[in-house]
């Protein structure tokens, strides 16, 4: 990395006295971003296979580094876990959104705060596929199939 920063700087000492040359410091901001967009495709097209660098000098993940992230974060999220919910008998009985939340990080490997289930399971409610009721023993609300 320092390497390629001791690069740069020389690169730009060679055309400071060109940028200078330019009145405007907003055409010379343009002329500079413009050159180190072509040095840095260049540098790509060069090092093809090798680690690539974005704008700021941060390396860019490869593709199947990419693919290996996307993969390993591809967890459904609330709401497809509720409609799964839903499909199943899991709603036959009432249930509070903490035992939800806990049956969903059990089941689904899917760790969800009760305040992301809270207004799913409230939507949900409101069009009438869940009924929303009031515990006697806790005086939470709890869920139950329609």
Not at 38 to 46: A, H, P
Request: hydrophobic share 30%; proline share 2%.
């Amino acid at each position: 990395m320092s390497r390629q920063i001791e690069k740069l700087k020389k690169q730009l000492t060679e055309i400071a006295e060109v940028v200078n040359s330019f009145q405007s410091e907003a055409v010379q901001v343009r002329v500079v971003d413009r050159l180190l967009d072509e040095i840095m495709e260049t540098e790509r097209v060069d090092t093809e296979g090798s680690e690539i660098f974005n704008k700021r000098g941060r390396r860019q993940p490869r593709e199947n580094e990419v693919n290996e992230l996307t993969q390993s974060r591809k967890k459904p999220g609330a709401t497809k876990v509720l409609n799964q919910l839903l499909s199943s008998d899991y709603f036959k009985t009432p249930h509070s959104i903490s035992s939800i939340a806990d049956y969903c990080k059990e089941k689904f490997d899917s760790e969800f705060k009760t305040s992301e289930l809270s207004g799913i399971l409230l939507k949900l409610a409101k069009e009438n596929r869940l009924r929303r009721e009031r515990s006697n023993e806790n005086n939470r609300f709890e869920y139950v199939g329609v």
